[in-house]
């Protein structure tokens, strides 16, 4: 939106008087109206180009950061739909351009603001406001720690206050998750999130031993975000711990493999998984206590034909227990390869494919343009130095030497192998141990 050409808001809005969909302000607020969902963050043509009607970089880059501020701004309006529209402008935003550095001069102005809309907006503004913290911490990677307490404070009464709405509820056990793997270094406080998150998805389990399992549960999504957002942490937990929640938790989340929907099927299956995968890190030899039974479990759910069921969701449940029973029975870890740019990201472990779908969630479509750029995700899936660098908020081309070129190729090429080893030699152990 071109300089000086602001508008105002909704006719006669100074005077009529005020709705629940509004949240006080102070009376010099400034009022921003309707900002349009459709190509908000991109500047009219002629802004953009020189006289030579080339695309001008430095005038398209001061536009998206203008109304950036304009966005951030109109997160603190009288009318409800402005800040809806406000928020799904940023969200945008934040996921499909890397811009770190301009955040770092605002982090403290759109938290403030996410923050009074997580504890006085409605279900729908608790919604986007979470949704949006979370891409913030992950923008800021590192530099979001100085802003962990407040967050984590508001998002954990949310996600326990059963007066809150199951969605809003549900997107802060998401939120919460992904701001302490990024932010919180402290185990104590990590373990207490994890008992946050625990106190939700325990309450499935009394459900299960009590209800009737063919009966739709309205609270299972919550359960299910629950869930995968304590498997997220589990996944960094140290060894000390997961002996402990494995012991704890196993049996029970076993258990949901019984749950009439189908998200929080999958979730309690790559949850076990995850848990397999981690404990026998520390004991090879681990089996739970009835890993027979649980494999008959996991090849119905790998087979299952049930009609009453979506063609949809029989295909994504079929898939994914298909891989959990490899891996619980043969030892086979996934082995998924993701393209990005000029470099793939190879995924060869149920603790960094959980790690990858988390981000996925939070990044949505522009998840390919953070793992070129984006410091935090290439620290935490051992990429390195980002290949293109960023000029402005485009990404460019970094020009490698042929050296650099050769190390990335050696470098890709170890992983790849490394992988193939691995699966090779779990499925040599697992002949071996059948045949004897």
């Known amino acids: 939106m071109p300089k000086g050409k602001r ?11 005020s709705s629940d969909d509004e949240i006080d302000t102070p009376d010099n607020q400034s009022v921003v109206s309707s900002i349009s969902d459709d190509g908000y963050f991109h ?5 953009g180009h020189d006289a030579d009607g080339e695309v001008d970089e430095s005038t398209v880059q001061q536009n998206f950061e203008d109304n950036l501020r304009e966005c951030i701004d109109g997160l603190m309006e009288k009318s409800q739909q402005t800040r809806i529209n406000c928020l799904n402008n940023l969200i945008k935003a934040l996921s499909t351009k890397y811009i770190c550095d301009f955040l770092l001069n605002v982090k ?3 938290v403030e603001s996410l923050l009074r809309l997580l504890k006085k907006g409605k279900c729908e503004e608790q919604v986007l406001a979470a949704h949006c913290v979370g891409q913030l911490f992950v923008q800021l990677g590192e530099d979001s720690k100085d802003l962990f307490e407040d967050v984590r404070e508001t998002l954990m009464h949310l996600l326990n206050d059963h007066a ?3 969605k809003a509820r549900q997107k802060c056990a998401d939120t919460l998750s992904i701001c302490s793997f990024v932010a919180c270094r402290d185990v104590l406080m990590m373990r207490k999130i994890m008992g946050s998150l625990e106190q939700v998805f325990k309450e499935s389990y009394l459900k299960n031993q009590k209800a009737n399992t063919n009966q739709n549960d309205p609270f299972s999504s919550l359960y299910s975000s629950a869930l995968s957002a304590w498997t997220l942490l589990l996944s960094i937990a140290p060894n000390s711990y997961i002996a402990e929640m494995v012991d704890s938790h196993l049996g029970n989340v076993i258990s949901m493999l019984e749950s009439p929907d189908v998200e929080l099927r999958i979730v309690a299956g790559e949850t076990i998984a995850l848990m397999y995968e981690l ?6 030899d681990f ?8 494999c008959e479990m996991l090849k119905q759910l790998a087979t299952d034909g ?5 063609k949809k969701d029989r295909r994504q449940q079929r898939s994914t227990f298909r891989g959990i029973l490899k891996f619980i029975e043969d030892l086979e870890s996934p082995a998924d390869m993701i393209k990005f740019g000029p470099e793939c990201l190879y995924l060869d472990s149920w603790a960094r494919k959980k790690q990858y779908d988390s981000f996925c969630q939070v990044l949505g479509s522009g998840t390919p343009q953070h793992f070129q750029a984006n410091y935090l995700l290439r620290d935490v899936f051992d990429l ?3 290949l293109l660098e960023l000029d402005g908020f485009n990404l460019r081309p970094k020009k490698m030497t042929k050296g650099e070129r050769n190390y990335y190729n050696i470098s890709v090429e170890k992983k790849r192998t490394k992988a193939r080893a691995k699966n090779r030699d779990k499925r040599s152990v697992t002949v071996l141990f059948y045949s004897s």
Request: glycine content about 14%; charged content about 30%; overall charge positive.
């Open 7 to 17: 508008k105002t808001g909704r006719r006669g809005a100074g005077s009529r008087p």
């Open 43 to 47: 500047p009219i043509a002629e802004e």
């Open 108 to 110: 403290f102005t759109i």
């Open 164 to 166: 809150s709405s199951v």
């Open 279 to 284: 404990q026998r890190g520390i004991d090879q």
């Open 287 to 294: 089996e739970g206590d009835d890993i027979v039974s649980l």
């Open 306 to 310: 049930s009609k009453h069921r979506a």
């Open 384 to 386: 390195g130095a980002p």
